[in-house]
């Protein structure tokens, strides 16, 4: 076998509205205060590659803070055989631009010939579009990019053949693919550990707003949510809640232990929702037995329905966790049942109750915009969210302007009814309406401040100074509060 070296690349990429929220993200936004997601499946993907006798290299500029001339001296001097870049649907036409300008500069070095490889959820919703639109060589059409992500080396070794989920060019210059990707059965039980050092974790163990004790860490134990057929997110044209799948949890306790071990104090899982039932209650009394709650906090998606029993709730306190998200994203049972949430308003306040009574720090994220809301709906969701404050059943919330996706039935729908307003990529980061609604942008921005200010309240801030035990929790709101006028000015 020829040793292929790989980069699994995040290129610098700027704008004046901020830092990109881009890796183990499913929606994109520009941060003006910045925040580190460390990629949990681009990481499984180096770690894959460098156990089949690959050499890796882990290259991301955006949590490294490197200008885009660094980078680039950087990577041409690696010159590494592959290079693979995650991308989203606003940046897509940036990394079109780099990948197009690398092809050139690769020429000017003679015997250096990169291939490069896009993978991410607005490639495998429009692969060809990339291909037409730009040199890159293959474009991952699925999300299980680490496993397909090593067959493409394997394919350029001469040791195997494209997995399924591969767009390339033949010999003619044609576009061709290797076949409607499939998530794979089960696999997560053979996945290997994460190798933390090889992906450089501490990059992204401190800038954080989930984490309120560092250094923090991400671990994913399903892909993706056990639902996954809300028509908003982008996930679902890779991860179908059909597809579902999940490892052991003694798995999931090892890899926790392990983290521990290093120094880490906090540990997001971030499955699009965390698995229950009996997986849940094993994985807690696992964490119990070797004493992990004691060292380790945790945090979680969660839906509203999930859980209705207090003991689980309970149970999870016990076991460490902290903090959970909830998606509420609107008040309106219309909309909720647009979006195909399976969720009633009325089990909103009583999961939110359960939680907290347990000792759970809640959180939820919510959207405006919708094409069939109007003013009066949104303001609804916003006083919704304001008496949830006021009777201490959130900690914290994320507001943001609903996105159409490409791929998502979301897209369709609106493409449909002739609802998009651009079809400009890189207008579709959150920042402004990309579909028709009943009030402008100025007054969508306005609406976002509103709730991002929805907790100013006397009972809030009652609470939260009878919350405050030790200094880590001074720390924490103050963290917070930075987060909170990052936010804002994100939407001035």
């Known amino acids: 076998m020829r040793k292929l ?40 993907a180096a770690t894959l590659l460098k156990i089949n006798g690959y050499e890796v290299i882990w290259d991301d500029a955006i949590a490294e803070n490197l200008t ?33 300008e690398l092809k050139s500069e690769s020429l000017r070095h003679g015997s250096w010939k990169p291939k490069f490889v896009l993978m991410g959820d607005h490639v495998t919703a429009l692969p060809q579009e990339s291909l037409n639109s730009s040199q890159v060589d293959f474009v991952i059409a699925g999300g299980d990019y680490d496993f397909i992500l090593l067959s493409i080396a394997k394919e350029l070794s001469g040791v195997g053949f494209f997995s399924q989920g591969v767009w390339y060019r033949n010999k003619n210059n044609c576009v061709v693919n290797s076949g409607t990707y499939d998530p794979l059965s089960n696999f997560l039980d053979l996945l290997p550990d994460i190798d933390r050092e090889l992906t450089q974790w501490q990059l992204y163990s401190q800038k954080n ?22 028509n908003f997110c982008s996930w679902t044209s890779f991860f179908p809640g059909e597809k579902y799948r999940v490892r052991s949890p003694w798995l999931a306790v090892r890899e926790i232990e392990k983290l521990s071990q290093m120094g880490i104090k906090e540990i997001m899982e971030d499955s699009g929702t965390l698995p229950v039932g009996a997986w849940l209650e094993d994985f807690c009394w696992g964490l119990i037995e070797k004493k992990l709650s004691e060292k380790v906090f945790l945090g979680a998606n969660m839906r509203f329905n999930a859980i209705k029993e207090q003991r689980i709730w309970n149970l999870m306190k016990k076991a460490g966790f902290r903090f959970v998200l909830f998606g509420l994203e609107s008040a309106n049972q219309e909309t909720l049942d647009r979006l195909n949430k399976n969720l009633k308003v009325d089990e ?15 959180h939820v994220t919510v959207m405006i915009g919708y094409p069939w809301e109007t003013m009066s709906d949104t303001l609804k969701t916003l006083h919704f969210t304001k008496d949830l404050f006021e009777k201490g ?14 791929g998502t039935p979301l897209f369709h729908y609106c493409d449909e009814n002739n609802l998009l307003l651009t079809r400009d990529w890189g207008r579709y980061d959150q920042r402004e309406l990309v579909m028709r609604c009943s009030f402008t942008n100025k007054e969508a921005k306005k609406l976002i401040r509103d709730f991002y200010k929805s907790f100013i309240s006397l009972p809030y801030f009652m609470k939260k100074a009878k919350s405050i035990k030790r200094w880590s929790d001074i720390k924490y709101i103050l963290k917070a509060g930075r987060k909170l006028l990052g936010h804002i000015l994100d939407f001035s």
Not at 350 to 357: G, I, Y
Request: with cysteine; charged share 20%; aromatic share 14%.
């Open 5 to 44: 070296k790989v980069a699994i690349s995040f290129p610098p990429l700027f704008s004046e509205k901020g830092v990109p929220l881009l890796s183990q993200n499913r929606q994109f936004q520009w941060f003006s205060d910045p925040t580190y997601i460390y990629p949990i499946i681009p990481a499984y």
């Open 68 to 100: 885009y001339q660094k980078w680039k001296e950087r990577l041409i001097k690696n010159r590494p055989d592959i290079v693979a870049i995650e991308t989203k649907t606003p940046v897509v036409k940036m990394h079109w631009k780099i990948i197009n």
């Open 209 to 230: 707003g989930n984490f309120k004790y560092t250094p923090g860490s991400y671990i994913m134990n399903a892909r993706d949510c056990w639902w996954g057929r809300c």
């Open 348 to 362: 909103v306040e009583p999961t939110l109750r359960m939680a907290k009574m347990a000792g759970l720090e809640p």
């Open 393 to 406: 059943l959130i900690e914290t919330l994320q507001a943001t302007i609903l996105m159409p996706y490409p």
